[in-house]
């Protein structure tokens, strides 16, 4: 691998980001996330064993691999350490040493999940579908600059002062506006002094030390989660997450500069996928020939995160082109091609009708996508198993006419292709970037 690899999900997340970090992690140093919060959920399974991680990054269970959090994630302290202690049970070595909390993240409190739920429980149709882990009211309060971060946990004056603060003004939103039950302040200093202490091994000035490592030479992989899609900016606003989920946030969400050799790779599920609301014009809900449901059940798409199912649909190459030239995206790993085996002629979408015209790109006013029909192209699918494949050579035709049109029609190369969730299921095409 290059010094470092920037891995991003392209779609609305759930790409299988989680499962190309573990592949790249085998030769990395250091993993770092740089957004997001534990409304992630990303999937590795190694031989045969399935660990699910919100919080950490997907390198942790490479023994030698350093693990990073950087300032731009917003961190659920509870979520953090038992997510650490389940590693642990599991004989994961030498956590302390290996995993490091940036002091300048943002802390997500329990008025954050509870003002997220409220929301959510009032919008009626309006609602968002959020994970309701308190993400939005988290990255909010960081831009209002009335936010806790980890190191105002060891300064116990502004810690209590600013909790004062914002009790004030959550219990008043929840109680007044909300008509929901208040939240006490009673305990909840003394619960974040024990938390801070079980907190202090792992939390350090992480940009000064990556950007050392950078210096030195060491090798990084950069790990996003959600996708572009649900980039707060160039998703579908507002039915996105509430951070950047962009490549150029991995510099800013660390507080680094990029290796001067770095490869940006997006990830992208052979076919689509949604949690939550929002808009998706290739979704095949209820379709005649049930082909959504046979892609849920062929691809278990149910959330890593909140167990929901998955909304599916065919692969909408014009969401993916927009998502790629937004953020500069020349190279691809496409995962999940199993599942579409054994699934006849194929369809992807190359273009959106509307009121009788035809457009081919992703509007910022996202309820025209609301009743567009989208033009799709249909290509043979194959039906022979790719398991055990291991060659790119080795692929069925159709297969490979599959990825040739997904690099032609967004103008970028597939450097790796995913047959299996397990860690060895990878074929690397050996395209250098
Ligand atoms: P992430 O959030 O992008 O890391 O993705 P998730 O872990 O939420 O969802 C991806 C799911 O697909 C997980 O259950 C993975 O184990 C699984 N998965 C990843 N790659 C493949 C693949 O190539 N084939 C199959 N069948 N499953 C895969
Ligand atoms: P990974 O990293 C899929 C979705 C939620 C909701 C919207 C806003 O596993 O790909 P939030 O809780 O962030 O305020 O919810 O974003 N969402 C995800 N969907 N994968 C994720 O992460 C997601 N993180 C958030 O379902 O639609
Ligand atoms: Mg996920």
Redesign the pocket.
């Known amino acids: 691998m290059p010094q470092g690899v920037v891995i991003i999900?392209v779609q609305?997340?759930?790409?299988g980001?989680?499962k190309i970090v573990d592949y790249y992690a085998a030769e990395a140093n250091v993993v770092a996330r740089f957004q997001?919060?534990n409304?992630?959920?990303?999937?590795l399974v190694v031989q045969g064993k399935q660990t699910i991680l919100?919080l950490i990054p997907s390198g942790i269970l490479h023994p030698h691999a350093e693990c990073v959090i950087g300032s731009g994630v917003v961190v659920d302290p509870e979520v953090f350490l038992a997510e650490v202690d389940v590693l642990r049970k599991a004989g994961v070595p030498n956590l302390e040493q290996r995993l490091a909390l940036s002091d300048r993240a943002h802390v997500i409190l329990d008025y954050h999940r509870k003002l997220?739920a409220a929301r959510e429980g009032n919008a009626g149709d309006g609602k968002?579908?959020?994970?309701?882990?308190?993400?939005?009211p988290a990255y909010e309060d960081r831009a209002a600059r009335r936010g806790i971060r980890i190191a105002d946990l060891y300064n116990d004056k502004v810690f209590a002062e600013r909790l004062a603060q914002n009790f004030a003004e959550k219990n008043f939103l929840l109680t007044e506006y909300y008509k929901a039950e208040p939240l006490s302040m009673d305990q909840v200093v003394e619960k974040y002094r024990r938390i801070a202490e079980q907190l202090r091994p792992f939390v350090r000035d992480t940009a000064k030390w990556l950007n050392d490592a950078i210096v030195c030479g060491r090798k990084v992989l950069f790990e996003?989660?959600?996708?572009v899609l649900?980039d707060v900016d160039y998703g579908s606003y507002p039915?996105?997450?509430?951070?950047h989920t962009l490549p150029s946030q991995a510099a800013l969400g660390l507080g680094v500069r990029l290796p001067k050799e770095t490869l940006f790779l997006g990830t992208i599920k052979a076919y689509s996928?949604?949690?939550?609301?929002?808009p998706f014009p290739t979704e095949l809900e209820g379709d005649p020939e049930g082909i959504g449901e046979k892609l849920r059940l062929t691809g278990k798409e149910y959330?890593?995160?909140?167990g929901?199912p998955?909304r599916c649909g065919w692969l909408d190459l014009v969401a993916v082109r927009h998502a790629l030239r937004t953020c500069g995206i020349r190279h691809l790993a496409i995962t999940k091609a199993d599942v579409l085996t054994g699934f006849g002629d194929l369809k992807v979408c190359v273009g959106y009708q509307r009121k009788g015209q035809r457009f081919d790109d992703w509007p910022a006013d996202t309820t025209m996508l609301d009743d567009v029909e989208p033009v799709y192209e249909t290509l043979p699918g194959w039906t022979a198993s790719l398991d055990g494949i291991r060659s790119a050579a080795d692929l069925p035709k159709e297969l490979k006419n599959y990825l040739r049109f997904i690099e032609e029609f967004t103008d970028t190369r597939v450097n790796l292709v995913s047959t299996g969730a397990g860690r060895e299921a990878v074929i690397d095409i050996h395209r250098a970037f």
């Not at 959330?303 to 909140?306: H, K, M, V, W």
């Open positions: 999900g609305w997340g759930d790409e980001k989680g997001g919060g409304n992630a959920g990303h999937t919100h997220d968002i579908g959020t994970t309701k882990r308190g993400i939005g996003g989660a959600q996708g649900l039915y996105v997450t509430s951070s996928t949604r949690v939550g609301e929002g959330g890593a995160t909140t929901r998955r």
